[in-house]
């Protein structure tokens, strides 16, 4: 088994009559980078505050490094973490940002000139040393506030929606920085986010979080094309999963969810067990796995009307009305279809989803 970084266990955190996080387990391997994503308000920024130190839990445990310290000061935790306000001092050169914790930890000149300019190097930030934070832009300043968690020197960083500040160009920018901090350093890394896109880039694995519950933690890929629940399914990808209200019918050994008058052909979908013909489902589409004007092997076209174009560069988004509801289809950026044009869709449903109505879990 792998080293396992940080462990949480059976922990749970209540304000009042309000529970927060219940009876939450979850292992970090060593040099992870792991995602916790979710809305606000799903408990994400609280389990790194409890993981932290910042907050004191209601119950269970919580080990760094095989020790428990779970009633530990935060600055005995070994962990460095990033906030969402940069919070540097401004009267302060970016050099004494850096330094500063280390100076009231007693830690000598000679290791704190070594630590700075290491992490001065990694973030590329060695011209700004002896600029005052109000010189820098926002990037800048996020890369300083990084830089003073690594000059810690700890085997845990911790990331409370770091990037959320920023534009989105620099946003993107940051983000190549960190996954490449990450891949230089090889520590463990717990990174709080509501941006998908963040957590499917960064992300080793990722916890999606719903009132105080992790829904599903795994791999981007596997929580991208194989959504646990319908709510996984639904915050995961942009635009949203398409999804049919419908009744799985068995006729002549092959499998249809028959929605609002349109019968879907799901012979090909990789279902976890047999299907039970009359159970209610939902059956999900990406826009990606949609062909139009385009036949798939062995499955049923249908017709639909387009609504609206959105011409977004690489590739087109296309609205079209299908089974009584709009949908959404992903096609090739050079491929344009003006609205109130009809067209023959085809669905690969070996790349779909389908959900139980009432649990809501896949099938």
Known sequence: MENVSVSVKDLSLSFGAVTV????????????FLVLLG?????????????????????????IKNKNVTWEEPKDRGIGMVFQSYALYPQMSVEKNLSFGLKVAKVEKAEIDKRVSRAAEILQIQPLLKRKPA????????????????????????????????????????????????????NTMIYVTHDQIEALTLADRIAVMKSGVIQQLADPMTIYNAPENLFVAGFIGSPSM??????????????????????????????????KSGQKVVLGVRPEHVRVDEALSGQASHQAVVDIEEPMGADNLLWLKLAGQSMSVRIAGQRRYKP????????DM??????????????
Do not use: M, W
């Open 21 to 32: 996080l219940d009876t939450l387990n979850l292992d970090i391997k060593d040099g992870e």
């Open 350 to 363: 070996a790349a779909a989803s389908i959900f139980d109505a009432v649990s809501e879990n896949r099938l």
């Open 135 to 186: 010189e820098l832009s926002g990037g800048q300043r996020q890369r300083v506030a990084i830089g003073r968690a690594l000059v810690r020197d700890v085997d845990v960083f911790l990331f409370d929606e770091p990037l959320s500040n920023l534009d989105a160009k620099l946003r993107s920018e940051l983000r190549v920085e960190i996954k490449r901090l990450h891949q230089s350093l090889k």
């Open 39 to 63: 809305s606000s308000g799903c408990g994400k920024s609280t389990l790194l505050n409890c993981i932290a130190g910042l907050l004191d839990v209601s119950d269970g445990q919580i080990f």
């Open 242 to 275: 398409n999804f049919f209200r419908g009744e799985l019918q068995l006729k002549d050994g092959r499998a249809f969810v028959h929605a609002n008058g349109v019968d879907f052909d799901v012979s090909a979908y990789p279902s976890r067990g047999p299907f």
């Open 340 to 347: 109130g044009t009809e067209v023959t869709l085809s669905f």
